[in-house]
Nanobody
């Protein structure tokens, strides 16, 4: 089993920045991909970014390109999501997820999930 814990959410103003962190424990060595997803009220869970845990390859959803950066630290078993130039539409609960093979963008393909961290961006 893999346990994931997110941190770093909170309130930011439009144009500001937040950094989310996802800490993995348990069978962290079995992780191949870590993804960040978000879900706003009444909306489907959306892919934000993902990283290949083995070769650090990164992938971004359209909403994140050019503004967000995903990075991993294998030694600490953490994956961060640096979010810049925040917009009110970035308001959502952000979830960290992991799986043991491939780097899909579909949240249904991920096995392990954190509890989520709230991000609120005010205009």
């Amino acid at each position: 089993q893999v346990q994931l814990v997110e941190s770093g959410g909170g309130l930011a103003q439009a144009g500001g920045s937040l950094r989310l962190s996802c800490a993995a424990s348990g069978r962290a060595f079995s992780i191949y991909a870590v993804g960040w997803f978000r879900q706003a009220p009444g909306k489907e869970r959306e892919f934000v970014a993902a990283i290949n845990w083995r070769n650090s390859g990164t992938y971004y959803g359209d909403s994140a390109k050019g503004r967000f950066t995903i990075s991993g630290d294998n030694a600490k078993n953490t994956v961060d999501l640096q979010m810049n130039t925040l917009k009110p539409e970035d308001t959502a609960v952000y979830y960290c997820a992991a799986r043991s093979w491939l780097v899909p963008m579909d949240y249904l393909e991920y096995n392990y999930w954190g509890q989520g961290t709230q991000v609120i961006v005010s205009s």
